[in-house]
């Protein structure tokens, strides 16, 4: 099982960078897909989640009218959309998979069943 992540890039203030994330090895049906970051020194934190019928989702306060989650079930990929950068946004991004939504919810990445490997957003001032 894999998940792999890209999209990320140095860009300014106000910009805007869109992130993928393709599943493979399994089918991700009942699971969560989102994305968590992690900035330099500080822990990884929930941004955003979809469930697989999309009709839920999730988002950081950080982010919200920022950020836009979206899936699409048959090509097992999720996207992160990212309007108005800023540069507290900089940090590792990583995508991820949970049977529940909660866990991105509630910001429990020890509870995540399936991580992407990281891909860096850096915005400047």
């Known amino acids: 099982v894999q998940l792999q992540a890209s999209g990320g890039g140095l860009v300014r203030t106000g910009g805007a960078l869109r992130l993928s994330c393709a599943a493979s090895g399994r089918t991700f049906e009942d699971y969560a897909l989102g994305w968590f970051r992690q900035a330099p020194g500080e822990e990884r934190e929930f941004v955003a989640a979809i469930t697989y019928t999309r009709a839920i989702k999730y988002y950081a306060d950080s982010v919200k009218g920022r950020f836009t989650v979206s899936r699409d079930n048959a090509q097992n990929t999720v996207w992160l959309q990212m309007d108005n950068l800023k540069p507290d946004d900089t940090a590792v991004y990583y995508c991820?998979?949970?049977?529940?939504?909660?866990?991105?919810?509630?910001?429990?990445?020890?509870?995540?069943?399936?991580w992407g490997q990281g891909t860096q957003v850096t915005v400047s001032s």
């Open positions: 991820a998979a949970a049977l529940q939504i909660a866990t991105f919810r509630k910001n429990q990445a020890n509870k995540v069943d399936y």
